[in-house]
């Protein structure tokens, strides 16, 4: 049997210089591990965020942890210097750059400053060639604008999908992954249900985007990478596919857009 990976998680609340936090995320990784999951991806979203994802990788336990660093759209008027020199250090269990994007929802920062650090953060995935990991929320078009003008790094992920088909389509055309999450069980989510389904088995992860956005039975609760198999069963059902099947698809398709080493 194949286990599950959770493609985009955020374990680090707080600094792991407290050992209580320490011990905590090893109690969540080891609920995880006995719901099937053995690989996570700590996603960054500023400076901070970024450093404590990279210093939870070197956690032992039976889960292989990973870590991406990034400047969150939320943060983009920030200094992306730290990012920047954050990525370049080589640390061996750096696989990503970002989350980063656009978020027109919420729009923290303005649109042009989310935009330069976007563009900021797809040079950097071009240039130590890893993954891009891609938040965009109410902004498709300008993503799609971006990715048409200064091209998408040949490892790209659209984490926490959660557009229309059409949406997808545009994408997955443009040499995209799309990563679902816990949302597609949501009562609310015909829409993304059906963008779903179209996405080829090859191009697909699945995620807990944790601690946010637990999945039903479990919304109203903290999140964690223990449901990602919850948010697998849901889709292997949705797309009338076996769950075993989906799990080592998803987990094959982690490792490759992640470069993880073979197992």
């Known amino acids: 049997m194949s286990f599950w990976t959770d493609a985009h998680c955020h374990l680090q609340e707080q600094f792991l210089s407290d050992d209580k936090?320490?011990?905590?995320?090893?109690?969540?990784?080891?609920?995880?591990?006995?719901?099937?999951?053995?690989?996570?991806?700590?996603?960054?979203?500023?400076?901070?965020?970024?450093?404590?994802?990279?210093?939870?990788?070197?956690?032992?336990g039976p889960v292989e942890i990973y870590?991406?660093?990034?400047?969150?759209?939320?943060?983009?008027?920030?200094?992306?210097?730290?990012?920047?020199?954050?990525?370049?250090?080589?640390?061996?269990?750096?696989?990503?750059?970002?989350?980063?994007?656009?978020?027109?929802?919420?729009?923290?920062?303005p649109r042009s400053v989310q935009r330069a650090a976007f563009v900021a953060q797809i040079a950097l995935a071009k240039e130590l060639n890893l993954a891009l990991v891609v938040h965009t929320r109410d902004a498709f078009d300008d993503l799609c604008d971006v990715f048409e003008s200064e091209g998408v790094p040949p490892r790209t992920v659209i984490h926490c999908f959660t557009g229309t088909p059409g949406d997808a389509e545009r994408c997955l055309e443009l040499g995209c992954d799309i990563s679902i999450s816990g949302v597609v069980t949501f009562k609310n989510a015909d829409t993304l249900r059906e963008a779903t389904r179209l996405v080829p088995l090859d191009r697909l992860h699945v995620e807990t985007d944790s601690p946010f956005l637990a999945p039903v039975p479990h919304r109203g609760r903290a999140n964690e990478p223990a449901y990602v198999s919850v948010v697998g069963q849901f889709v292997a059902e949705l797309r009338g596919e076996d769950v075993e099947t989906l799990r080592a698809a998803t987990s094959d398709n982690s490792a490759r857009l992640f470069a993880l080493p073979a197992r």
């Open 21 to 60: 936090v320490a011990t905590s995320v090893q109690a969540t990784l080891e609920r995880a591990f006995n719901n099937g999951v053995d690989r996570v991806v700590v996603i960054g979203t500023d400076a901070v965020t970024s450093s404590e994802a990279l210093a939870i990788t070197g956690l032992e």
């Open 67 to 109: 870590a991406t660093v990034g400047l969150h759209p939320h943060e983009a008027n920030r200094d992306i210097g730290p990012i920047l020199e954050l990525a370049r250090a080589g640390h061996p269990r750096l696989v990503g750059i970002g989350e980063c994007g656009f978020d027109y929802f919420y729009e923290h920062s």
